[in-house]
């Protein structure tokens, strides 16, 4: 069976401080990793990586993948309130071109940022 | 650009009835998947449908189906509801797969009650 853990399971941090999230995973036919932020709504899309080595940035948002240890990694700089969120990981396996393939979700890290 | 859109937003049923519940993807979105989301089981992929076909399903049982029209419009049915079907229910639109470059965007979703 599938499984996506993410840790921690949550994370209380001041403004300005850095964050690491983590998300390792056993899957069969790995395709893609997808990091989301959720706050209190629908998830909004950060990163999709499938590429070892590679990182993907956004702002002061980070995100790199190890296909060998079978993890990734979402690091978040200088955070702010607005930071404060759940952020999701999900694995996508056995997909085709035009797909992401069949999703496997973590339980989500609750990252609250104080002022 | 009109966002994806789910209806109805909020819908409660009564054990043993059925439901549909429709979503449209963003204009020039082919794929579209469907999430069930709960406190205890966290978000959980459904299925997946890209040019009127399922390409992924979830590990749900057969009272959970769904299909696509040819204009991209997806539809999902629960059918002999339980109450443990209670959730939120999301859909989630992407552009057609080029390389590395694939996001995904969720809809605000659909809150059904089971009573």
């Known amino acids: 069976e599938d499984k996506v853990v993410q840790s921690p399971l949550s994370l209380v941090v001041h403004e300005g401080d850095t964050v690491t999230l983590n998300c390792s995973y056993e899957v069969t036919n790995f395709r893609s990793l997808l990091w989301y932020k959720q706050e209190k709504k629908a998830p909004t899309f950060l990163f999709m990586l499938?590429?070892?080595?590679i990182e993907k940035k956004s702002g002061r948002l980070s995100s790199i993948l190890d296909k060998k240890e079978l993890f990734s990694i979402l690091n978040i700089t200088a955070t702010q309130t607005g930071d404060s969120a759940v952020y999701l990981c999900?694995?996508?396996?056995?997909?085709?071109?035009?797909?992401?393939?069949?999703?496997?979700f973590g339980q989500g890290t609750i990252l609250t940022v104080h002022p | 650009k009109a966002g994806v859109t789910q209806t109805p937003r909020y819908l409660i049923k009564t054990r043993g009835q059925q439901v549909t519940l429709s979503c449209s993807p963003i204009?020039?979105?082919?794929?579209v998947s469907w999430y069930q989301q709960t406190p205890g089981q966290g978000l959980q992929f459904l299925f997946e449908?890209?040019?009127?076909?399922?390409?992924n399903k979830g590990n749900f049982p057969g009272r959970f189906s769904g299909r696509q029209f040819s204009n991209s419009r997806s539809e999902m049915n629960v059918s002999t509801l339980e109450l443990g079907d209670s959730a939120l229910y999301l859909c989630?639109?992407?552009?057609?797969?080029?390389?590395?470059?694939?996001?995904?965007?969720f809809g605000p979703g659909t809150r059904l009650t089971v009573t």
């Open positions: 989630a639109s992407s552009p057609v797969r080029t390389g590395d470059s694939y996001e995904q965007y």
């Open positions: 499938t590429s070892s080595g």
């Open positions: 449908y890209f040019s009127e076909t399922q390409r």
């Open positions: 999900a694995v996508g396996a056995n997909a085709g071109v035009t797909s992401y393939g069949k999703l496997t």
């Open positions: 204009s020039g979105h082919r794929s």
